[in-house]
């Protein structure tokens, strides 16, 4: 017996029969070793721990970099001097933050979507991350290939009669493609997750989680750990997309139901071209709100003329009112609005996008808020000391108007109105209620309606409109408690005769 290999000649050469045979085991080649393949299996595995050092490194630094910045501050006396102090620090700031959010992707883009908005964050902050909302890394188009052949079980000539290579857009769980199925004259939109992703997230998120217990302990008198817990609870739902396709599916029909004309367009599904990791449904044709402003240039419109202010002022109406009906009505609301998934469409029209993350409010809850949305709109603090009570928000105080901070609280946290004479809150600056009451349990099934209303907040003043979601959700909030027997008939017409005037008054300036 001999084996046959080839020299480096090409020649083939005898290899003779061992004496042994026990030694041929010993003799054979080994088995080549695919170097990219072990790079691959290594950089999977430590990706985890190179992801949590490059967080934390840039976190301290950001940190550090804010509290030697109080310390040097603190020494200037010139209050404009110290504003313009504060304004370099929080462009130094913003450019470490884009670039950590953009180098590393993920949750990241996430968490740029909440920081960057224009009520809540530093200026700087805000030009700066706005422009990360649509723009993560795009997935090659042979896994995005591979991913749809195997969830659907047939290949993409069999599906679709024209499939894009190139996607509409990419965010930080999956990205989308504008195609046509066969035998259909209709544009659809196929959102594919992108491959590998949820691991990296959910370390992403643990590693938030253990920074916000600092920062609560040394900084922040707010359950922000309780905030983080109840993200991680949320995006983990992202990963499923038949559970974004029944949430769609559902709201859709409660919307449509419950209006002579829905407020906001939710896509139609393609029920049967839903899987885990895939979705289908009807193109929608807009434009992304944060391009309105161009939009409205383009067509020679005055931007702050009166065409401009009615279009904004409906955009804005159809969304609060989306947003009323489905938090204080239905308890099951989309929990994401932030300025990417919003499209404007033809005549002011509004759609609303992705619906990966919801939330449904136990009734409990629902009928607390909407008693807490009853307090903002009147300033009423008694009644809104009951609603922290019957919510789950415990708070610790040392201030001497309690009262007055607690629902001046509530209205920095649940109503979207700024103060007059204010363009951008500062929640955890020394003068606010959260500085002077501690927040010391925040329920996590409320951080998505805080979330909504900070991003309707967000949206309004980007708009240039500054109202109270309060004020306008009050008659819903009123129905809501009515039908739980909570609100008599009489309170109930007395409340409508008085709001009614303030309400269009609102709107009118």
Not at 101 to 116: E, N, T
Not at 300 to 322: C, D, E, R, W
Not at 447 to 454: K, P
Not at 475 to 498: Q, Y
Request: glycine share 6%.
């Amino acid at each position: 017996m001999c084996f046959v290999n080839s020299n480096t000649t090409g020649e083939e050469e005898t290899i003779p029969k061992p004496k042994n045979p026990a030694a041929i085991s010993t003799m054979l080649p080994l088995p080549p070793i695919d170097l990219n393949d072990v790079q691959h299996k290594l950089a999977t595995h430590f990706r985890p721990w190179q992801r949590s050092f490059q967080f934390w490194a840039r976190a301290v630094d950001i940190y550090t970099g804010y509290k030697v910045f109080q310390l040097r501050v603190s020494f200037v006396k010139d209050v404009k001097r110290q504003e313009e102090m504060w304004e370099r620090q929080h462009e130094v700031a913003a450019e470490k933050i884009y670039a950590m959010c953009s180098d590393m992707g993920g949750f990241f883009l996430k968490v740029a979507q909440i920081v960057g908005k224009p009520d809540l964050a530093p200026v700087a902050w805000v030009k700066r991350l706005v422009t990360l909302c649509d723009h993560a890394p795009a997935t090659p188009f042979d896994a995005v290939q591979l991913m749809l052949e195997t969830e659907l079980g047939r290949s993409i000539g069999e599906v679709f009669e024209r499939f894009d290579v190139e996607p509409i857009g990419s965010a930080s769980i999956a990205q989308v493609h504008r195609a046509r199925l066969r035998g259909d004259k209709s544009d659809i939109v196929v959102k594919v997750q992108h491959p590998g992703v949820q691991d990296l997230m959910m370390t992403d998120i643990r590693n938030l989680q253990a920074f916000a217990l600092y920062i609560q302990k040394t900084d922040v008198k707010f359950d922000l750990y309780s905030v983080t817990k109840e993200m991680e609870t949320q995006i983990g739902y992202e990963f499923d997309f038949t559970r974004e396709a029944n949430a769609m599916e559902k709201i859709r029909k409660f919307l449509y139901e419950n209006n002579k004309r829905t407020p906001v367009v939710v896509p139609r599904l393609i029920r049967n071209l839903a899987t885990r990791r895939v979705l289908v449904m009807e193109y929608i044709d807009g434009i992304p709100i944060l391009n309105l402003g161009d939009e409205i240039a383009k067509r020679g419109i005055n931007p702050v003329g009166k065409v401009a202010a009615a279009a904004k002022q409906k955009i804005l109406q159809s969304l609060t009112l989306a947003y009323g009906q489905m938090i204080l009505k239905n308890g099951f609301f989309h929990a994401d609005p932030h300025p990417g998934n919003i499209l404007i469409c033809k005549g002011s029209e509004v759609a609303l996008l992705d619906y990966g993350q919801v939330k449904d409010l136990p009734d409990q809850l629902r009928l607390g808020y909407a008693n807490l949305i009853l307090a903002i709109a009147d300033g009423d603090p008694v009644r809104a000391l009951v609603s922290y009570g019957e919510l789950g928000i415990e708070t610790l105080s040392t201030c001497e108007d309690e009262q007055k901070e607690m629902l001046k609280l509530a209205e920095t946290m649940f109503d979207t109105k700024l103060p007059p004479g204010v363009t951008m809150l500062q929640p955890f600056s020394e003068e606010s209620s959260i500085k002077k009451i501690a927040v010391q349990a925040f329920p996590e099934e409320l951080f998505s309606v805080l979330r909504t209303v900070h991003l309707l907040r967000g949206l309004s003043v980007g708009l240039g409109i500054n109202y109270s979601c309060a004020e306008q959700w009050r008659p819903i909030a009123e129905e809501a408690l009515f039908r739980a027997g909570r609100l008599k008939g009489k309170d109930l017409k007395a409340r409508n005769r008085r709001g009614g005037l303030l309400r269009r008054l609102l709107w009118k300036n």
